[in-house]
């Protein structure tokens, strides 16, 4: 759904949310640690476990006056322009939602969201949003000469950065352009990975998510440097052209956008954009052990097809609109939510910048013997990982079973069995699991730190982070008597904490 590719868990509670705030255009806490990464291979009695932060980057986009735009103000423009949440939309009305839809907040599950205003069938129109008010790069460029005429020259650039560029320069025009009763209502600061600094990074810890923050961080910088020239020819004011503005709209082109088919980079869709995320049916991780089909689909063995998966929406011709159905049945006021796709965690967070505590998406990667990668030649390297409930998945234990015996003894009909994923022997298969047991366990110790410290870590950064939560100076005493590393990285939080209001300061 969302271009880029659930936790049903809190969907009581329907508050409506009327004025804008400062913090409204995202949830209010997101879950932006990283340990729930390796959690299941502590439940099952692994002692350590990573623990990432994520410090709050705020982006300043003072350009927008953010006082008199109101929710009610955005939803009005967006009826204006037949954006509707029911099918026969009447021609005048003062929101266009009510019908099926009401933006409320949903603290654990996403924050500003879109709750059901009454039962809602599987399969009905939740939202129309007609493609007038997509904001694509066909759209904007065709309310713009100078951005027209511009663009076209630089045909080397991605859509994603054209698409970028044509946001900045949108929010440029201020309340002149069409958009920005939508404008003002984005999110102020991101989560993704590439918004990460230093700290944040190396709080992964995990090699695979340091090595994908560095890669995010590295792509959003060339990608920045590449458009430099287009932003000086739209003469944006600087504070558009900075990296700070572009990690900006590439956040939001990243973790807002649909799939449109004329334009890879998709469309921004006002109102359709507020739809949070539900991972994809939870069928994907409940097989039975590896024998199963899913299993033998992770392999690569089967293509597996997501149609069914992905059927929340799209753009219809016949309609001229981008149509959202309701991907189940949904009560009074719980939060109507679609699948953007399947990710893991690791991915949500560089896509999106959340992560969820429950994902049966989720997988593990831990380091292989080289002789056992060339053993498993004929599985992509990507298949041998262990799922979030910490099975292995079908290739990784098919390899090992093969692995762990004698090379002599592999001849064509043990392969046979391996490929069809059977057990050799009792005693293999004990092999198996020992070795996936004692590989977690190594791993898992030669991280810093366990669970409980990074609970408490946590916890201690939510109150710093927060300012009604200021710590009295009994809980500082008491960070005096923790261990040196827990207050080392308190001081570095507060330190990038300080350093984020210095470059408040000077953006203001
Ligand atoms: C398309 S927007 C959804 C609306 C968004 N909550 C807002 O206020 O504009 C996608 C973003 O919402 C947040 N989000 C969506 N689903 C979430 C979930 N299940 N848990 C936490 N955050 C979520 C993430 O910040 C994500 O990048």
Known sequence: MFHQGSTDSNQTGLNRIGESTAREGNAPRFKNWFWGYFRNLQNQGFRRVKKPRKKKKKI???VLDLKHQTMETFLRWAAEIGISDSVDSPRFRDSCLGHSLSVADFPDAGGRGLGAVRELKKGELVLKVPKNALMTTESIIA????????????GSLSSTQILSVCLLYEMGKGKSSFWYPYLVHLPRDYDLLATFGEFEKQALQVEDAVWATEKAIAKCQSEWKEVGLLMKELELKSKFRSFQAWLWASATISSRTLHVPWDSAGCLCPVGDLFNYDAPGDDSNTSEGPESANDVEEAGLVVETHSERLTDGGFEEDFNAYCLYARRNYQLGEQVLLCYGTYTNLELLEHYGFM???????KVFIPLETSLFSLASSWPKDSLYIHQDGKPSFALVSTLR???????????????????????????????????SEKCGSVLRDLPTSVPEDTLLLHNIDKLQDPELRLEQKETEAFGSEDAEHMEVVCAVEATLQENSCRLHLLL
């Open 60 to 62: 300043d986009m003072e």
């Open 143 to 154: 309310k713009d000469r100078k951005l027209n005429d511009a663009v076209n020259i630089h």
């Open 356 to 362: 969820l505590e429950e994902n049966s998406n989720d």
């Open 402 to 436: 093969l692995w762990l015996i004698p090379q002599s003894q592999r001849d064509k009909s043990v392969m046979r069995l391996v490929y069809a994923g059977s057990q050799l022997s009792v005693k293999n298969e004990i092999l198996v699991m020992k070795w996936i």
